[in-house]
């Protein structure tokens, strides 16, 4: 007696009874799945979107640690220490070598404390927990940032429910110590995989305690600069004893006081044939407020670092301060002449002098008309270093001897040239013609008795009228 097939197994009956006549009526099951087939699939779609959703769920679940802290004893630098970590996370662990708590150790190691790095200990002792196998990873060491890569990494062997209370600790035996201090809660990090979900927690700071002194003779560095508790001493903001700042020169290592300013030192002692001028405080040229951070700079000098020599009395209103490098390339610098100069217009130096924009001196102001001949020059109404003094009207002294021609290319009184300058009976002109005193406070001539006119060029002559 042959068996009738399961709905849906028509084919594979007939596969197996290969002498049976096939079936010319279509088969309404044809298609379509059988229903042992309908259920596999939907379960193998409830699966996968249950494992869809509990990836999302995993991505989006924020993972927390309620207890993560570090007591280090005893508290002391290149001496070997016990590690005390307790933690507690709100989230399970599965066992597997990618289920791992790392935590970042910097400044430790487990060499002797001179700069080796040393050999990590195949076995490490370790009580209170039975979760994990610890392995120690030994930093690189410098002498800027000696150890910064060392970290103590704890497999998970052990499937830990969420919420289990962690008290784990390393034992001092194990020779680990630090190279040098570190402050509290400063620098260690912890980060937790799992075999299944991967990266749960990166890099969370853990609460620890001090190792050293910890610049604790220093305070808190007066809030101008943070502790270097490896050095044990205080890395001082800008302005207050930064490595930026003038070096060499003494302040609290606390930050507690003002830098000033630095500037090209006006006078120094060389350090070698080409060197000198080297940055200074207030530029050797004033003193520093340790209070306000200003320089009180000493008479003739300003700017906020004294670096600049200044105009004197500020050129009395008279004229223009400007600086060498400014003074090289402008025309007014110079006495008046015919001919267009501009100093510095074309030159292209491979060196400038170090004091070329410190150095200031003043341009004097001239309202006189300028109309001059070839060879003629005219200097500027005001002068002197600070253009304080007023220029008197010039000329040729009236009592000249016919045959003197000590002179050449001037102008006579009126601005006008002529064939007789530089003929016989002329001499170079002079204040008030030689013939009066020059009030340089008014620019005005008073002319000696005998004399007259603005620049008392003109002689007056008695007459006999008898």
């Not at 060491?141 to 998970?156: F, G, R």
């Not at 306000?292 to 301060?321: M, R, Y």
């Amino acid at each position: 007696m042959r068996r009738r097939p399961l709905p849906g197994a028509r084919g594979r009956a007939e596969e197996a009874t290969p002498n049976a006549s096939p079936d010319p009526r279509p088969n309404p099951a044809w298609g379509r799945r059988a229903p042992g087939g309908r259920m596999a699939a939907a379960r193998g779609l409830l699966l996968a979107a249950a494992a869809a959703l509990l990836l999302r769920a995993a991505a989006a679940q924020t993972y927390i640690i309620g207890t993560k802290t570090i007591i280090f004893y005893p508290r002391n630098v290149q001496e070997h220490t016990e590690l005390q970590i307790d933690l507690e996370f709100d989230f399970a662990l599965s066992a597997g070598a990618g289920s791992k708590i790392t935590i970042a150790l910097p400044r430790m190691t487990c060499g002797a404390g001179d700069g080796t790095p040393g050999t990590p200990p195949s076995t490490i002792q370790m009580t209170h927990t039975t979760y994990f196998t610890p392995t120690w990873t030994e930093g690189t060491y410098s002498y800027a940032d000696p150890y910064p890569d060392t970290k103590l990494e704890l497999v998970v062997d052990r499937a830990m429910a969420a919420n289990t209370q962690l008290s784990i600790k390393i034992d001092a035996d194990n020779g680990f110590m630090f190279h040098c201090g570190i402050n509290e809660n400063e620098g260690i990090k912890i980060s937790v995989t799992d075999d299944a979900l991967g990266a749960l927690v990166t890099d969370e700071l853990m609460d620890h305690t001090m190792v050293g002194p910890a610049c604790t003779n220093k305070g808190t560095c007066f809030g101008h600069g943070t502790c270097d508790a490896c050095r044990d001493k205080c890395v001082c903001d800008d302005g207050y004893g930064s490595t930026s700042d003038v070096y060499e020169i003494y302040v609290f290592p606390d930050c507690s006081e003002r830098v000033c300013p630095k500037g090209r030192a006006w006078g120094d002692v060389p350090t070698g044939a080409t060197a000198a001028h080297a940055d200074a405080e207030c530029s050797n040229r004033g003193v520093c407020d340790r209070t306000t951070g200003i320089c009180a700079c000493v008479a003739g000098f300003g700017g906020e670092a004294c670096q600049k020599k200044l105009c004197p009395n500020d050129c009395s209103g008279h004229g223009l301060c400007m600086n060498m490098h400014e003074l090289g390339g402008i025309s007014r610098a110079l006495p008046l002449v015919s001919s267009s100069q501009v100093y510095g217009s074309s030159a292209n130096e491979a060196t400038t002098a170090w004091d070329s924009l410190l150095n200031m001196a003043c341009v004097c102001d001239s309202s006189w008309s300028v109309g001059l001949a070839s060879g003629e020059t005219q200097e500027p109404e005001w002068f002197g270093a600070d253009c304080s003094l007023k220029r008197c009207p010039t000329g040729d002294d009236p009592m000249t001897s016919a045959v003197e021609t000590d002179c050449s290319g001037v102008a006579p009184v009126g601005g006008s040239t002529t064939g007789a300058t530089g003929a016989s009976g002329n001499l170079c002109h002079v204040d008030c013609s030689n013939r009066g005193k020059c009030d340089h406070t008014l620019g005005t001539c008073t002319c000696f008795e005998g004399f007259h006119g603005e620049n008392c060029g003109y002689q007056l002559f008695a007459y006999n009228t008898k």
